[in-house]
């Protein structure tokens, strides 16, 4: 087993995707037998401690010697990050007894065979990064503070219908999802410089916010012909794979070849078709061929892959009908319903315009949009493509004490029809009715509201009349660009007089164009010393009789210009003048030092991700992340159940792998689970620790006052380190790593 450790994520992204587009749960009747469930839970408090057994690098001694380093180079520096929440996702199967399903103008009798999906996220994060420098020429005391909370959830119920012969007739789908994510940011205190007489305060706030959900969505399908997918997937043998479609796409090109018949004989040749001349040409390329009598000519194709019973396809009229070969299976009309809502909301707040030249909130911008959405449909069009890899070789599981012999395989964890049933109803949630707004939409137009808020460019106008037009282009006070163009005149001699004006109706600039002609174009250049709104005026005046023929005005908004505050000025004259490039370097350096006594020590070195099949029901049921290392040349189960082939992980992740009894358990335990309270145990989320740094750092501040006496920075950092990420981690490594390269840079 020589897989790439790249594939190891695979099928679970796979899973993930899938379950990233499900929906609402229905309990399983009570009366039901034999269930078979599995799934996994993941609790993320335990990130930081996974990220250790799995790269052998202590998060929190790095963490400290970050800050530690920033000290000794004289910058106070903590940070601190606290993550909790849980994800869980569970899978269930069963058959639900038999009914007479509606089919074809008759009834057959068909198995529910039930699949319930059932995801539940849930996490809180809160971060705060306190620093503090200063020289006599310039520094900083500042507090950036960062959260985020959100909730996914899904529940999908999917019944499929299936005879006595494994034949699957059509499926039903019901569905729900709640998507609702927020975040915040804060930066607060203050630039200085000339020993602290200079002082620019900050306060910057962010706040945005995304939800969207599928209260309901269902929907049905049935297929036009019996599909015999299950009786391929009972035949598939250890080493090969399969593949499976609905629909056709109606825009393929197929490139047809045609063989004169009295020139060419097409034969199949076990594989292929092969198409020889008795002069010896040989074509063995061919997957599809078409033998037509009345032409006496074969037409072949190979833009449909290889399948063994194309065998027969000389006895297929296809390509005179202009239709294709049957690739796959059909469905009816798509048909059913959803009802969705979505909301948006930005907010940003303290940007110092001030200090440039622009009016105090001039930069606060807030967008925020909802609506709500329901609607039915019968959609002609309904996609699949799925498929599986089945590789040769059997192992035993274990489940509620009890055995099964499965197969490792690459494919969906949830049934082909699920799969794809979930993509076409979301697309259609997701798309609404024509003209209701979608999430895309809300984004695109909150998003375009804000920069038109942020922007401080330039402005233009058009004005045409009968003999006369005129264009505006602002790109700033110095750059008003105004273009004119007259016609149809009597030849003669005439005027155009271009006047600029202000808000105020104050004359900023003139000019004059004379010309002799029956035509005329051409374009002044003018400046203003003011912004606002700006209004053109051109006359077209006939000079040989001494009378207008035409007055157009255009007007537009003069941008204003960026006028940085002399306390601007200083500060970034202080922090060019002070002995900021020696402190970071010296931070790059201290950081060196301190970290090049880490080194990663990863336990494995190779892995793979596979879902488990069983051939006796062929179904998933469960999935598998198996690891190795070259020095123990062994194989083992890092997520999942426990098997025979595969022993237990010497270093672990603290994901818990439910099967069996074990997992319709969890699944009753969390389905009533949807708030974020419900989900996350806000008493182990151990914010206290951020909130009193951040209060004292505000409080400090907002006073004037310096460290609390008695308390060091150094004392501040002991024990102060709840979660820690790995992102941020990294990050602030990758900083020091840069700091570090700038002074052999200048060398």
């Given at each position: 087993m020589s897989k790439s450790f790249s594939r190891i994520n695979a099928v679970l992204l796979s899973l993930l995707l899938c379950a990233s587009l499900l929906p609402q749960n229905v309990a399983a009747d009570e009366t039901t037998?034999?269930?078979?469930?599995?799934?996994?839970?993941?609790?993320?408090?335990?990130?930081?401690?996974?990220?250790?057994?799995?790269?052998?690098?202590?998060?929190?001694?790095?963490?400290?010697?970050?800050?530690?380093?920033?000290?000794?180079?004289?910058?106070?520096?903590?940070?601190?990050?606290?993550?909790?929440?849980?994800?869980?996702?569970?899978?269930?199967?069963?058959?639900?007894?038999?009914?007479?399903?509606?089919?074809?103008?008759?009834?057959?009798?068909?198995?529910?065979?039930?699949?319930?999906?059932?995801?539940?996220?849930?996490?809180?994060?809160?971060?705060?990064?306190?620093?503090?420098?200063?020289?006599?020429?310039?520094?900083?005391?500042?507090?950036?503070?960062?959260?985020?909370?959100?909730?996914?959830?899904?529940?999908?119920?999917?019944?499929?219908?299936?005879?006595?012969?494994?034949?699957?007739?059509?499926?039903?789908?019901?569905?729900?999802?709640?998507?609702?994510?927020?975040?915040?940011?804060?930066?607060?205190?203050?630039?200085?410089?000339?020993?602290?007489?200079?002082?620019?305060?900050?306060?910057?706030?962010?706040?945005?916010?995304?939800?969207?959900?599928?209260?309901?969505?269902?929907?049905?399908?049935?297929?036009?012909?019996?599909?015999?997918?299950?009786?391929?997937?009972?035949?598939?043998?250890?080493?090969?794979?399969?593949?499976?479609?609905?629909?056709?796409?109606?825009?393929?090109?197929?490139?047809?070849?045609?063989?004169?018949?009295?020139?060419?004989?097409?034969?199949?040749?076990?594989?292929?078709?092969?198409?020889?001349?008795?002069?010896?040409?040989?074509?063995d390329w061919w997957y599809y061929c078409e033998y037509y009598s009345s032409f006496d000519t074969y037409y072949c194709t190979d833009d449909f892959d290889q399948n063994d019973d194309w065998a027969n396809s000389l006895d297929w009229t296809h390509y005179y009908d202009e239709t294709s070969p049957s690739m796959g299976d059909e469905a009816e009309p798509h048909q059913g319903g959803f009802s969705t809502s979505t909301g948006f909301n930005f907010e940003l707040t303290g940007l110092p315009a001030e200090e440039l030249g622009f009016p105090a909130g001039e930069w606060d911008v807030s967008a925020s949009d909802s609506a709500t959405d329901s609607g039915v449909f019968d959609d002609e069009e309904y996609l699949c493509e799925m498929g599986i890899e089945l590789f040769e070789g059997t192992q035993m599981i274990t489940t509620d004490g009890d055995q099964i012999e499965v197969m490792q395989a690459y494919t969906s964890p949830l049934p082909w029809g699920m799969t794809c049933h979930i993509a076409n109803l979301f697309i259609h949630a997701f798309e609404g009715t024509d003209g209701a707004p979608t999430l895309a939409d809300m984004v695109e137009d909150s998003t375009e509201e804000i920069f038109e808020s942020l922007d401080n460019g330039g402005d233009e106008a058009y004005a045409e009349g009968d003999y006369l037009s005129l264009e505006m282009y602002i790109s700033s006070q110095d750059q008003i660009d105004v273009y004119v163009s007259a016609w149809d005149l009597d030849y003669g001699d005439y005027e155009i007089d271009i006047l600029l004006t202000n808000s105020d109706g104050i004359t900023e600039g003139f000019d004059s164009l004379d010309f002799s002609d029956s035509y005329y174009w051409g374009n002044s250049y003018m400046s203003s010393d003011s912004w606002g709104e700006h209004c053109v005026t051109a006359e077209l005046e006939d000079t040989n009789n001494n009378t207008i023929i035409e007055t157009l005005e255009v007007c537009a908004d003069v941008p204003q210009e960026m006028e940085p505050s002399q306390l601007l000025e200083d500060i970034v004259e202080g922090f060019s003048e002070s002995t900021l490039d020696n402190v970071m370097e010296n931070f790059g350096e201290n950081l060196e030092y301190r970290l090049d006594g880490y080194e990663a020590d990863f336990p494995y070195d190779d892995g793979d991700m596979f879902v488990l099949w069983d051939t006796n029901s062929n179904m998933v049921v469960g999935f598998q992340m198996v690891v190795t290392s070259d020095d123990s040349n062994m194989w083992y189960t890092l997520i999942g159940p426990e098997s025979d082939s595969y022993g237990t992980a010497p270093a672990q992740l603290s994901v818990k792998y439910f099967s069996g009894q074990q997992a319709i358990v969890q699944e009753a335990e969390i389905e009533d689970d949807t708030t974020l309270s419900d989900l996350v145990d806000l008493t182990q989320h151990n914010d206290d620790i951020i909130e009193d740094a951040l209060e004292e750092a505000l409080a400090e501040y907002n006073d004037g006052e310096g460290e609390t006496e008695g308390e060091s920075t150094e004392e501040t950092e002991e024990g102060l380190l709840p979660f820690v990420s790995p992102i941020l981690t990294l990050a602030m490594i990758a900083i020091a790593g840069v700091v570090a390269s700038l002074q052999s840079r200048k060398d």
């Open positions: 037998t034999e269930h078979f469930a599995f799934g996994m839970e993941y609790d993320w408090s335990d990130m930081d401690t996974d990220f250790e057994s799995m790269t052998g690098l202590p998060l929190d001694e790095i963490l400290a010697d970050v800050m530690q380093s920033a000290d000794d180079a004289g910058i106070d520096l903590l940070i601190l990050e606290e993550l909790t929440g849980t994800s869980s996702m569970i899978i269930d199967q069963y058959e639900d007894g038999t009914t007479m399903l509606d089919y074809n103008g008759g009834t057959v009798e068909v198995t529910k065979h039930v699949t319930e999906l059932t995801v539940r996220h849930g996490s809180v994060a809160d971060m705060a990064i306190i620093t503090e420098w200063s020289d006599a020429r310039a520094g900083w005391d500042l507090t950036i503070s960062g959260s985020a909370e959100g909730v996914f959830n899904v529940d999908a119920y999917y019944i499929e219908y299936r005879d006595a012969d494994d034949l699957l007739y059509g499926h039903d789908l019901e569905m729900s999802m709640d998507a609702d994510q927020s975040y915040g940011f804060g930066l607060q205190g203050s630039l200085q410089a000339q020993d602290g007489d200079k002082v620019m305060p900050l306060n910057i706030q962010m706040e945005m916010g995304v939800d969207y959900s599928v209260n309901s969505a269902e929907s049905s399908v049935l297929y036009t012909e019996p599909s015999d997918i299950f009786q391929q997937l009972s035949a598939l043998q250890g080493g090969e794979d399969l593949g499976w479609e609905v629909g056709n796409d109606e825009d393929e090109y197929v490139y047809w070849r045609d063989f004169d018949a009295n020139d060419w004989t097409c034969e199949w040749n076990g594989e292929m078709y092969d198409c020889t001349t008795d002069d010896g040409w040989d074509y």
